[in-house]
């Protein structure tokens, strides 16, 4: 087994035989400090020979084409393309063989199924695109009734890392009140600890999913993931979603 393939981590959710998905770490890709050594962002000041060779790595190790995409905190959802990269925060597929790709670093990723097995979506969550409805629009994008869907929430800054201001709850409050249940007082004064998964959790509730996985990996604290908070100046790790080639 290559040093990537012993980083890579697995959901645990009950996705049917036919779909794929994994969690990139740090470990096991070319780049230099302070990427080092998986970054797979082509847009952190990485040697692009670098990018490219842990991105063909990731490839070769999964047996499918990642689909990328130029993520800006938007709702936008693609097609997903392994050749032509959109600028969009979402992406789906019927295709097998190739996975959808959300690339974070503290930010939610989120991986979605039908309970079928064939159709697939990946959606990158900072709390501008899930105050937005970037969840919902991914969700409307893979058009599969909501007691089908089964999501994954990937690693993420934590509760106890993410600190924002009072603009951010009342950005969510304003479409779910139940939403501010997912904020306590912060250390200084004006600021607020926000629980992303919680929120998620609400805006995916609020379209009748219920069937939500994952969650409660750090991405601030546990080293095995970039984050922007801990490291300004680092990389991006991947959260993918296929199905399996036939």
């Keep these: 087994m290559t040093p990537l393939a012993q980083a890579l981590l697995f959901p645990d959710w009950p996705a049917p ?5 994994c969690v990139t770490t740090r470990e096991g890709g070319v780049s230099l400090p302070p990427y080092d050594t998986f970054n797979l962002g082509d847009h952190v000041g990485d040697v692009p020979l670098a990018v490219a060779e842990n991105r063909r790595r990731l490839s070769e190790a999964l047996g499918v084409r990642p689909a990328w995409l130029k993520q800006v905190h938007g709702v936008d959802v693609a ?30 990723p989120v991986l979605f199924c039908d309970r079928a097995g064939t159709r697939v979506a990946a959606a990158h969550a900072g709390w501008r695109g899930l105050a937005a409805g970037v969840l919902e629009a991914t969700l409307q994008a893979l058009a599969v009734p909501a007691d089908e869907v089964l999501v994954w929430l990937g690693p993420a800054i934590g509760a106890q890392a993410f600190e924002v201001g009072l603009e951010v709850r009342e950005a969510f409050t304003a479409q779910h009140p139940e939403a501010c249940t997912a904020f306590v007082p912060g250390a200084q004064p004006g600021k607020l600890l926000a629980d992303i998964y919680a929120l998620a959790r609400i805006c995916l509730a609020s379209c009748g999913v219920r069937a939500v996985y994952g969650g409660g990996l750090c991405t601030v604290s546990d080293p095995r993931f970039f984050s922007y908070r801990r490291t300004p ?3 991006r790790f991947a959260s993918l979603v296929w199905l399996q080639p036939r």
Excluded at 17 to 21: E, H, I, K
Excluded at 87 to 105: N, R, S, V
Aim: net charge negative; with cysteine; proline share 8%.
């Design 233 to 235: 100046q680092g990389g």
């Design 79 to 108: 097609h997903a393309d392994p050749v032509h990269v959109p600028q969009a925060d979402a992406c789906w597929t019927a295709t097998p063989g190739i996975a959808c790709t959300a690339m974070t670093a503290d930010c939610l």
């Design 17 to 21: 035989a036919t779909v794929g998905a």
